[in-house]
């Protein structure tokens, strides 16, 4: 069941759709209830438009203080080329589920997948869409191990 928005500190799990280009920002209760790194990206009680692509490019590619993928208690559990579904944890046992779609939604895909080319060797986590209807390969660096059997080096 969607709901018309989230509350991350009430007891409840619950999933509501975030359509960028029909709401500019959806409510979330008080960010107060999430971790101290998605406090950081969703700001106040409604997460904006904008928030909404750092928090995506944070949690795929990586944050600028650290480098290192993934937002503390907030997980990726979908992406298709026109949006993504992110889980936040909230208060006590609570997750809380947000389908974003719309032209932000694409943008932020985009954004990340333009931060930084693939590379398994260099040590930086990125994000790369790889579009085989008009890519035919994708550069990731060396690989070595399990990677370099699959893929071939």
Do not use: P
Request: aromatic share 6%; proline share 0%.
């Amino acid at each position: 069941m969607l709901f018309k928005h989230v509350d991350l500190k009430n007891k409840n799990s619950q999933v509501t759709l975030f359509d960028t280009d029909a709401q500019n920002k959806v409510f979330t209760g008080s960010s107060s209830a999430a971790s101290d790194e998605a406090k950081a990206l969703i700001g106040g009680s409604s997460l904006k438009t904008n928030e909404v692509i750092n928090l995506f490019k944070a949690v795929v590619s990586g944050q600028e203080s650290n480098g290192t993928a993934g937002v503390e208690g907030v997980e990726l559990v979908g992406l298709t080329d026109t949006g993504f579904t992110l889980r936040i944890e909230g208060n006590g046992a609570t997750i809380d589920t947000i389908i974003v779609t719309g032209s932000a939604a694409i943008q932020a895909i985009n954004d990340a997948d333009a931060e930084r080319t693939t590379d398994l060797k260099d040590g930086n986590t990125a994000f790369d869409v790889f579009d085989v209807s008009s890519e035919t390969s994708e550069f990731i660096g060396g690989t070595s191990g399990e990677i370099n059997d699959i893929v071939g080096g």
